[in-house]
């Protein structure tokens, strides 16, 4: 009988200490997105899309070349789940800071994942350095992020400085195939965002030995109202290529002010931004048919990579539209963190950031070899194409390993 | 600068200018009559904007055959937020009122965002949309062209109404002295009920139009909204015709300041030119 009592308790104690019954405890992220205010849109595809990523991670999912997405949760702690919090910036800098300090009072998060805007990015990535806590950047472009010597920030995409190269490299090749190509108008948001990219197609500008010159310099004010004034400059100027640095609802107003004043440019790029936005290629249709843009995802990625026609249902049916670059990196930011804190000693800020600095993740969600990052922060695994608009779907037409189609150019008028 | 470059930047000016009145007259309507300044008339327009997209998304409808029911629509909010914000704050200090539309401003814009999200909106196939033409070498858009003769035409229509109508000279009356308006039997309760209605469906008008060449989401009342206050507060508060020049003066500072200057600079003209103006003409350009 005394055997038999120590037996049972022995068992309830076994099994009480068992990691199978004692579920490890969730992992939280601390997500900053702009979730209302105006740019409230590519802020909740981002959240969509993070929480795509942690579905995979915390369920089973048979996804070749996409990592954690078998195992259920973080193998090498015990399974824990990931789990999101989210934070509204309002797409301001100073909501931005004023979340970041709350994430560290709450101290309950592991990492912070934010902020879309570069403006945003700035700030809060500042506030987390000074409590030297780990900060992972998903989608931000401008390139000085990356510049400021700060150990805790790591950024996946590529930045405005990889873009411009792209841009310039693909410019020479049209230039092979007998394009004119020579000057440039530079059309761009007086933000974080727009003015380094300035920066970068000035400096890319300074360096081709007169191959190229900027015909017009136009910044202008977010969240504008009207861009004839702007789109009549960039008429005067006359250049071959128009490079833009814009979001969503000014991009919109800039094609409709394109075609409603007969402005016809050869060639319309854009750094990330609104151009990405599906809904720019599907409802503007033939408005802005043949613009081009660098891009990190288009739909006919899945047709190189098949696992991510699941991700893009996934994704599909929360927000009803397909994934973009910028969703794609918000959704990698995910398995980064999850790969992060699967490698790292404990979950203490200083090992997250270790296990961070040393991150090589192969993973298929976007064009390049995965995450790996420099001494700044930088990825340096990611690589950028180029995707232009046709017949209201995104093609990717530069470099040839990813084209599914020729570039148009001249534009279609 | 190239004539066709200049004349195009006047035409410009003058489209969005005329839509920028009409928004404003609205606005001054509302103020020149209760002397209230409704922080929500931007999110009128967005609501306005909506309104347009969702009946040409679930029913078909083209913009401007569901501009009579926006106006209409439009009117009854205005009537209802009167009924259930403004009236309930009557006879208290202004700043009540003000903070009560600043509430409602983020309530409406936030119910929005609730119930259709934040996604970018664009009516790409109605009647107007994506038609242009061009005359003595100046390239028009359809949409605006049409949405600024509306916006004159209504901004005309509301002037009448308010100088040659028996209702414009209760409105008028109540305006200047709502006591002596209540003793010679003005209702001035429905006097402020329809003149929130009337500025409500100014806006209405606006915003249905707009929808036709405009992206539609939660924030875009905004940028019209300060705007607007800047152009009412140029015209003189409570004046209509000073609200049109004003408009009109506004879009033509943006255009073609902004290209002679820089775009960048265009906004910071509207509003040192307005710093100008208050400074020497406190009541605005057309105030008394």
Sequence with gaps: MKRGLVLFFGLILLLGFSPAVHAADPIEIALLYPLTGPLADPGSRAKAACDVAAEIINGSYDLPGIPYSKTQGIPNKGGAKIVRKYYDTQGSPEVGKAETERILQEGKAKLIIGAYQSSVTKPTSFVAERQKFPYLCAESSSAALTERGLKYFFRIAPTDYHDTVMFFQFLNDMKKEGKKVSKIAMVYEKTEFGFHANEEVKKAVAKSNGAYQIVADIPYEFKATDVNAEVLKVKAAQPDVVLHATQFSEMMLFAKAYESLGVKVPANLSFCGGYQNPVFAKELGKTVENYMGSCTFAEDFIAKKAQLKVLNDMFKAKVKSNLDGVAMEALTSVFVAADAFNRAKDLSPDAVRDALATTELQIATLPGKGVKFDESGQNIWIDSTMSQVVGGDYKVVWPAEWATAKTVWPMKP | ?288
């Design chain 2, 1 to 288: 600068m190239d004539t066709t470059i200049f004349l195009q930047l006047i035409v410009s000016g003058l489209l969005i200018g005329f839509v920028f009145s009409l928004i404003a007259v609205g606005l001054t309507l509302i103020w020149g009559v209760m002397d209230i300044l409704n922080f929500a008339h931007g999110d009128f327009l967005m609501l306005a904007m909506f309104s347009s997209f969702l009946m040409f998304a679930n029913l078909g409808l083209d913009p401007l055959l569901s501009l009579p029911m926006v106006v209409a629509l439009l009117f009854m909010v205005g009537l209802l937020t009167f009924r259930w914000v403004i009236r309930p704050v009557l006879g208290y200090p202004g700043l009540i009122a003000l903070l009560a539309t600043f509430g409602l401003s983020i309530f409406i814009r936030n119910l929005v965002l609730f119930f259709v999200g934040p996604n970018y909106r664009v009516i790409n196939q109605s009647i107007l949309a994506g038609k242009n033409f061009s005359m003595l070498g100046l390239h028009f858009s359809l949409s605006q062209t049409m949405s600024a003769i509306g916006c004159v035409l209504i901004t005309s229509a509301v002037y009448l109404l308010i100088a040659r109508t028996k209702f414009g000279r209760s409105l008028r009356a109540t305006s200047l002295d709502k006591d002596t308006a209540l003793l010679m039997g003005i209702n001035t309760n429905r006097v402020f009920a329809l003149t929130f209605g009337l500025g409500a469906a100014c806006v209405g008008f606006a915003g249905g139009m707009l929808s036709n060449f405009y992206p539609i989401f939660p924030e875009v009342g905004l940028n019209f909204a300060i705007m607007s206050f800047v152009i009412v507060a140029l015209g003189g508060f409570g004046n209509i015709s000073g609200a049109f020049l004003a408009g009109i003066f506004v879009g033509l500072v943006e255009n073609v300041g902004g290209f002679l200057i820089g775009p960048e600079f265009k906004y910071t003209l509207v509003f040192v030119l307005y710093l100008i103006v208050i400074s020497m003409r406190p009541k605005g350009l057309f105030g008394w």
